[in-house]
């Protein structure tokens, strides 16, 4: 008799539950009652709404509020992220103050930000939604959406769950006139990407004072600000903190505390836009010890020569305490690099050992780095590694704006120096890429030195003319990715274990990851930059047999890429 998944014990039938991707979990919990009874604590502890920039009505959103709500009970996490839709307003709309042109030049360059009706209309539907929530039973708040958070729904959140939040993002939010009611305490977790730093920033300063005894990843920055600043100028930017937030957090400290400068001890810190110099030179109000990090990502930062100098114990600076790096993950983007950084870059990376993750994004480098020394320290310990340079961005499929002297071997010394990696992303020279038949052999050679590699991702994209070309862009990039797998696999069947799942060519940008490709109207030109996940399948059953073969499961960012357990190295984007 066929086992009958009805009679089997609730227990059973979550796990099995477990097992299932959240579409085919709600298809199934939808057949009967008992099934949905089974899955009901699966289907509503971590909420993820998905809403566009820029919208009319959410109509799903909607009718989880207006649910019977009996999942509730189990949701320790809410997440509020932006989903890739096309807009659903006119483009001429400039509620937000932008001009015509400003308009045209974000669609353009992938940047823009929500209407204020419609942050006004997320935040009535979010504060419904929690109150439909138990209190204290959330552990996760996290705001990503562009969208302003309000004060009255975040004073919501903190007053009915406060007591069990561990961690709290917030991208975009409303500076509150009364921070008194905004407290909470034992956050181990803080991301605020977009600060107000034109206004004076007294509740971030307030919420790392009261939680500077359980925090252990903060993330700081300006994010839109940074993005928005390159996309009118095309060029760097310097952010620095208010005083006002370092007042701000010693007034917060007990009064025994205020004469003297408490130490924030971090695992991850994470600065996005600000000048590095001005946060460890004491613009937290606190110090930073640098012993116990293990993750520091420094995106689009200024004051990053005088970084590594602190970071190397070669500053006299005594609000940072710096006795020896114990980093096991690192990531810089940097939009204003040349000789002089990157030889300070190479001084600070090739100070310690141990790196398992590391991700360089550099931009205004005409010369690329020499990866060898730097590989020399850290390459039997890496898992992970991103690694593009380029002069500019790129606007045309004619242009080449990767760095000068990339060399072909670049990928001869990764698989020499990295043999325990997992996921690797870089720019490769396309011109001195030889035909496929004669690269079958060196790049197999390569790729047996990397056992493990289970994804690849080439960043930069071949010349090429679109104009001139009658396949589509998919079609074109998805025979790029075939012959990639060609290569790797030799060309032939072979018995050896194949490890790589996931090929991907092209590399996101901001309005990709945090806006969605499809806000902005539609360019061949960029279609053919944007992000592709292919799917390895070895065995795919053709004429002549069991033949490896590529089928795209994501495009624009990695998010629909459900068998790629390396997201986050494919998530590394530039800001246009």
Not at 393 to 406: D, G, K, P
Request: charged share 20%; proline share 4%; net charge positive.
């Amino acid at each position: 008799m066929a086992p009958n998944l009805m009679n089997i014990p609730p227990e059973i039938q979550g796990l099995l539950g477990c097992h299932l991707h959240i579409t085919d979990l709600k298809s199934v919990s939808g057949t009967c009652k008992t099934l949905h009874t089974a899955f009901l604590a699966k289907l509503y502890t971590r909420v993820v709404i998905r809403v566009p920039i820029r919208w009319s009505r959410l109509v799903s959103l909607e009718h989880l509020i207006s649910s019977t709500g009996s999942g509730f009970k189990f949701t320790t996490d809410i997440c509020i992220t932006a989903q890739q839709q096309p807009l659903k307003d006119g483009t001429e709309e400039s509620e937000d103050g932008l001009t015509t042109q400003e308009i045209a030049d974000e669609r353009k360059l992938l940047f823009c930000l929500p209407q204020i009706s419609a942050s006004k209309a997320l935040n009535v539907l979010i504060r419904l939604l929690l109150i439909r929530i138990p209190d204290n039973g959330l552990k996760l708040f996290d705001w990503r959406h562009s969208c302003a958070l309000e004060t009255s729904t975040l004073a919501l959140l903190l007053k009915h769950q406060g007591a069990t939040l561990r961690r709290l993002d917030v991208t975009r939010y409303a500076e509150p006139q009364d921070i008194s009611s905004l407290s909470v305490q034992g956050l181990q977790h803080l991301a605020i990407n977009d600060l107000n730093i034109k206004q004076r920033c007294e509740w971030p300063g307030r919420l790392i004072a009261q939680n500077r005894n359980s925090l252990r990843h903060l993330y700081l920055g300006v994010i839109s600000t940074v993005t928005r600043h390159y996309a009118h100028h095309h060029g760097s930017s310097q952010y620095r903190l208010p005083a006002s937030l370092a007042e701000m957090a010693k007034d917060t400290l007990p009064a025994n505390e205020q004469q003297m400068m408490r130490t924030l001890s971090l695992e991850t810190l994470g600065l996005y836009g600000l000048n590095f110099k001005n946060v460890v030179g004491g613009a937290l109000g606190l110090q930073i010890d640098f012993d116990s990090m293990t993750t520091l990502r420094l995106e689009s930062c200024s004051g990053l020569h005088e970084a590594f100098a602190v970071l190397m114990g070669n500053d006299d600076s005594q609000n940072a305490t710096l006795s020896g790096l114990k980093l096991k993950s690192f990531f810089v983007r940097h939009e204003d690099g040349g000789q002089a950084f990157a030889q300070q870059l190479t001084a600070f990376l090739t100070s310690f050992t141990g790196l398992q993750h590391m991700g360089l994004l550099l931009e205004g480098q005409r010369r690329a780095m020499s990866k060898a020394p730097i590989l020399e320290m850290h390459g039997k310990t890496l898992q992970t590694l991103v690694w593009d340079e380029r002069k500019r961005s790129r606007e045309a499929t004619s242009q080449n704006t990767s760095s000068f002297f990339l060399k072909d071997n670049d990928l001869r010394i990764i698989s020499l120096k990295c043999p325990n990696l997992t996921a690797l992303g870089l720019s490769i020279r396309w011109g001195v890429v030889p035909p496929w038949s004669a690269a079958r052999s060196p790049f197999g050679k390569m790729f047996r030195r990397m056992p493990k590699l289970r994804t690849l991702h080439l960043r930069n994209m071949p010349k090429t003319e679109i104009a001139a070309s009658f396949l589509p862009n998919d079609y074109m990039v998805k025979s790029l990715a075939s012959a990639i797998l060609d290569m790797y696999a030799g060309g032939k069947r072979s018995n050896r274990q194949m490890s790589l799942t996931t090929i991907a060519l092209g590399a996101p940008v901001y309005g990709d990851i945090h806006i969605g490709s499809n806000h902005f109207p539609n360019d061949p030109v960029r279609d053919f930059f944007q992000l592709r996940v292919y799917y390895v399948d070895y065995k795919y059953q053709s004429v002549l047999g069991p033949s490896p073969t590529v089928t795209q499961v994501a495009k624009g960012t990695a998010d629909d890429a459900t068998t790629c357990l390396d997201k986050d190295v494919l998530h590394e984007y530039w800001l246009a």
